[in-house]
Nanobody, 115 residues
Framework: QVQLVESGGGLVQPGGSLRLSCVASGSSAGISDMSWYRQAPGQQRELVAVISSGGSTDYADSVKGRFTISRDNAKKTMYLQMNSLKPEDTAVYYC?????????WGQGTQATVSS
């Protein structure tokens, strides 16, 4: 089993920044891709960014140029640096990890962008 714990959410004004973290524990060796998803109220969960074990990244068009995903394999931690935040970025952000044929999810962290 792999456990994922997110942190770093909060309330920020439009144009501000937040840095989310996701720490993996348990049987975390062998994790391949890791991703950030988000879900706004009344909306479906959507992929925000993905990073492979080798560091290749991809982003949703809505966050390109504003968000940066990274990971520190030694610390078993993934990050999402969110800059130039907009009200439409308000959502619960979930960490996701793939290991072999299984997908693991964190419990989510709320990010609210509002003046």
């Amino acid at each position: 089993q792999v456990q994922l714990v997110e942190s770093g959410g909060g309330l920020v004004q439009p144009g501000g920044s937040l840095r989310l973290s996701c720490v993996a524990s348990g049987s975390s060796a062998g994790i391949s891709d890791m991703s950030w998803y988000r879900q706004a109220p009344g909306q479906q969960r959507e992929l925000v960014a993905v990073i492979s074990s080798g560091g290749s990244t991809d982003y949703a068009d809505s966050v390109k140029g504003r968000f940066t995903i990274s990971r520190d394999n030694a610390k078993k931690t993934m990050y999402l640096q969110m800059n130039s935040l907009k009200p439409e970025d308000t959502a619960v952000y979930y960490c996701n990890a793939r290991k072999l044929l299984r997908i693991y999810w964190g419990q989510g962290t709320q990010a609210t962008v509002s003046s």
